[in-house]
């Protein structure tokens, strides 16, 4: 599949990243039992979303000079559509982690280290779909349609069950891990195992890396295919991907105390897949613009989050 990644792209990309996670793990420590306040939370959000944009100026700089201003914008355009759809799908991601460490009763002072495997985790994982995506399309172009369809009917099925919630009391994956593996009746810190007598003892919160983990799998089997309606090209499917998971702790921090006010964001979120899915449909009959796409996503979700906190404005009324 052409793609624009040069190794010097893939390798100044790759720099980014690595260098942003040393400063997540060094400066603001990803470990460590201390809550992050709503402020330090709002603050980082903001750094990633402008190194997202940052590199997006950079990238269509570059291009401008290489290829030409009309594939400059087009390529600047793929990224910020890509990277405001998978950011806008991984607030579900922050939904599902919010009930995980509800559900295990995990003070907010522990869960840090808990996001930073999550999101390292992602990272690797959604690195391996993107080129298994990408190869699959070029070989296979009907695998669009399997993508668009499948995106349509996660879609209407997150519609018809957003008010419904999981008891994970009844999870399989929890049930068996209870099953097989000796865990300790309480949290031990931030330790994820322990030794007693001997014997070595997972903690619950291994149990809660595992859901989060798992979580991710799932919820990369819905974004990876949306991204792939925006653009073919694998290092504009990546990096879009990986900017927009990179900001994810951050954003998690932000949300954890006002979930409950974005009563609506799960319908935004629904109907974001449905349109992408539709998209991935009509391709070869009907192409929908990106500027199209990506005023329509942001519509979606700017109506879903305005409805939210009118709603919650009114009940607090």
Same mark, same amino acid.
């Given at each position: 599949m052409e793609s624009i990644g040069s190794w010097w792209l893939w390798g100044g990309f790759f720099a980014v990243v690595v260098v942003m996670l040393a400063v997540d793990l060094l400066v603001l420590k990803g470990g460590g039992e201390r809550r992050v306040s709503i402020k330090e939370a709002a603050g980082w959000s903001a750094v990633w979303v402008s190194v997202a944009?940052?590199?997006?100026?950079a990238l269509w700089y570059y291009l401008d000079g290489a290829a030409g201003r009309a594939v400059a914008n087009a390529k600047a355009l793929e990224f910020l559509t890509g990277y405001v759809i998978e950011k806008s799908l991984a607030?579900?991601?922050?939904?599902?982690w919010l009930m995980i460490f509800g559900f295990f009763a995990v003070p907010v002072e522990l869960q840090r280290r808990v996001l930073l495997y999550g999101v390292l985790g992602a990272i690797v994982l959604r690195t391996v779909l993107v080129f298994a995506g990408a190869w699959l399309i070029a070989?296979?172009?009907w695998v669009l349609y399997l993508f668009g369809t499948f995106l349509l009917v996660t879609g209407v099925k997150m519609l018809w069950f957003a008010e419904?919630?999981?008891?994970?009391?009844?999870?399989?994956?929890?049930?068996?891990?209870?099953?097989?593996?000796?865990i300790t009746?309480?949290?031990?810190?931030? !330790?994820?195992?322990? !030794?007693?007598?001997?014997?070595?003892?997972?903690?619950?919160?291994?149990?809660?890396l595992v859901l989060v983990e798992v979580s991710d799998v799932i919820f990369a089997v819905d974004s990876i295919p949306a991204i792939f309606a925006v653009?073919?090209?694998?290092?504009?499917?990546?990096?879009?991907?990986?900017?927009?998971?990179?900001g994810l702790r951050a954003m998690y921090f932000l949300l954890v105390d006002v979930a409950d006010r974005f009563a609506y964001?799960?319908?935004?979120?629904?109907?974001?897949?449905?349109?992408?899915?539709?998209?991935?449909?009509v391709v070869d009959f009907c192409p929908i613009p990106l500027p199209v796409s990506l005023a329509v996503v942001g519509v979606i979700l700017a109506g879903a989050v305005g409805l939210s906190l009118l709603k919650t404005r009114r009940r607090q009324a």
């Open positions: 944009l940052l590199f997006s100026a607030v579900d991601n922050v939904f599902v070989q296979f172009h419904e919630r999981p008891d994970l009391a009844d999870n399989p994956l929890v049930k068996w891990m209870r099953r097989h593996l000796r009746p309480a949290l031990e810190g931030e !330790r994820f195992l322990v !030794r007693r007598g001997g014997l070595l003892y997972a903690t619950p919160l291994l149990l809660v653009t073919g090209d694998p290092f504009i499917v990546l990096t879009s991907n990986i900017f927009a998971i990179l964001l799960k319908y935004g979120l629904a109907l974001i897949l449905v349109f992408i899915g539709g998209k991935m449909l």
